[in-house]
């Protein structure tokens, strides 16, 4: 699917929220929901994975919140809780929330599968969940993030533009992401789909809970391992790895720094593509994807079905046919930053172009 129709597509899909969300009076049952067409104030829980990526608090947390209160009112109670990472954590809160009798549930796992029983124990207690961003196992009803396939693609198809004559005159060093995050297995395969063949991958490495430091290591012994004069260019998953990355390079002394890519859009990264230090970040339109958690969210709450508002399927691994809402990502590169800066869902001018980084910004023209 071209650029162009992916765009049409998410706007088609906008569209029909709005229009699903407008019939929610109807007091529809909801396959599997167990509000039985609640019409007051709601109360929906919030469960992101981790604070050490930027987004979710920066863009995620504020988003939904904020959707959430538009299509639903601003007396919605919206219960937060942020797992830091660890997943027994992310279970107890799953706890909390039914306990607090939540009318639904948003959630970005932090293991996939051992979140499992937690999401079949909301299930049981007649609270719908809707997988954000991973697709958790379990009966959730609903899922919503951006094509990660794609994500892996565009990462892939960057390398080998930065590259160019240089894929054949070395090796590269793959980053990916962390074995509990399903999403991860999809960034790896849609990278791999567009490099095997076309790069020799001299090291790869499925980054212990995409920690960047745990990154730097990893690329500390590839370098120790291949030589710095043999890696041409590094595939690194997300922009917190990419940092790490980085670091480890600079300390090796590099006389230039083979390309880097990212993914997240993180501020750090954005003013590192603008130095030069890292090539590209993926760019993965946060405000789509919190309006579509959200629209879900309390469709699901209202005991609303959700023929109008997922336009896709998908399989999880213990669940067949998941109503789905998909968003388009993009490459974030030097030059497409100006086109992004100051919209909702990414950095302000004044953010970005720090007095440190002002030079930089003048010469990508960010004024």
């Known amino acids: 699917m071209n650029t162009h129709l992916r765009r049409a597509v998410v706007a088609v899909v906008a569209l029909s929220m709005a229009a699903g969300l407008a019939a929610c009076g109807k007091a529809k049952e909801a396959g599997g929901g167990s509000t039985k067409g609640k019409k007051g104030a709601l109360t929906i829980g919030l469960l992101l994975p981790e604070?050490?990526?930027?987004?979710?608090?920066?863009?995620?947390?504020?988003?939904?919140?904020?959707?959430?209160?538009?299509?639903?009112?601003s007396d919605t109670k919206v219960l937060y809780e942020n797992a830091k990472q660890d997943a027994s954590v992310q279970q107890q809160q799953v706890d909390t929330m039914i306990t607090k009798k939540v009318d639904a549930l948003i959630l970005d796992a932090v293991d996939a599968k051992s979140i499992a029983s937690s999401v079949k124990k909301a299930a049981g207690k007649g609270?719908?969940?809707?997988?954000?961003?991973r697709l958790a196992e379990g009966p959730v009803k609903a899922y919503t993030s951006v094509d990660n396939e794609r994500v892996g693609k565009i990462q892939g198809e960057s390398l080998l533009k930065a590259l160019g004559d240089n894929a054949s005159k070395g090796q590269i060093v793959m980053m990916n992401g962390s074995v509990t995050d399903p999403?991860?297995?999809?960034?790896?395969?849609?990278?791999?789909?567009?490099?095997?063949?076309?790069v020799k991958i001299g090291k790869e490495?499925?980054?212990?809970?995409?920690?960047?430091?745990?990154?730097?290591?990893?690329?500390?012994?590839?370098?120790?391992?291949?030589?710095?004069?043999?890696?041409?260019?590094?595939?690194?998953?997300n922009d917190g790895m990419a940092g790490g990355?980085?670091?480890?390079?600079?300390?090796?002394?590099?006389?230039?720094?083979?390309?880097?890519?990212?993914?997240?859009?993180?501020?750090?990264?954005?003013?590192?593509?603008?130095?030069?230090?890292?090539?590209?970040?993926?760019?993965?339109?946060?405000?789509?994807?919190?309006d579509a958690a959200a629209g879900l969210a309390v469709a699901l709450a209202r005991g609303e079905k959700l023929d109008d508002i997922a336009t896709s399927t998908v399989d999880s691994g213990s669940e067949k046919k998941i109503p789905a809402i998909i968003v388009t990502p993009f490459a974030l590169t030097k030059d497409a930053i100006g086109q992004y800066v100051g919209k909702e869902g990414f950095f302000t001018l004044n953010e970005i172009c720090t007095p440190r980084y002002k030079a930089d910004c003048d010469k990508a023209g960010l004024k």
């Open 245 to 290: 990355i980085i670091t480890a390079l600079k300390s090796a002394g590099f006389d230039k720094l083979p390309p880097v890519t990212g993914q997240d859009a993180e501020l750090s990264a954005v003013q590192r593509i603008l130095t030069g230090e890292q090539y590209m970040s993926v760019y993965k339109p946060y405000k789509p994807e919190a």
């Open 127 to 133: 609270i719908p969940v809707v997988a954000y961003d």
């Open 183 to 198: 999403n991860a297995k999809m960034y790896k395969d849609g990278a791999h789909s567009v490099l095997d063949g076309k």
């Open 205 to 237: 490495y499925d980054t212990k809970e995409w920690k960047p430091e745990n990154a730097n290591e990893n690329m500390k012994g590839a370098i120790s391992s291949l030589g710095k004069d043999n890696i041409v260019g590094v595939y690194s998953a």
């Open 51 to 73: 604070n050490q990526t930027a987004r979710y608090e920066r863009f995620d947390k504020p988003l939904i919140e904020k959707k959430i209160r538009e299509l639903a009112g």
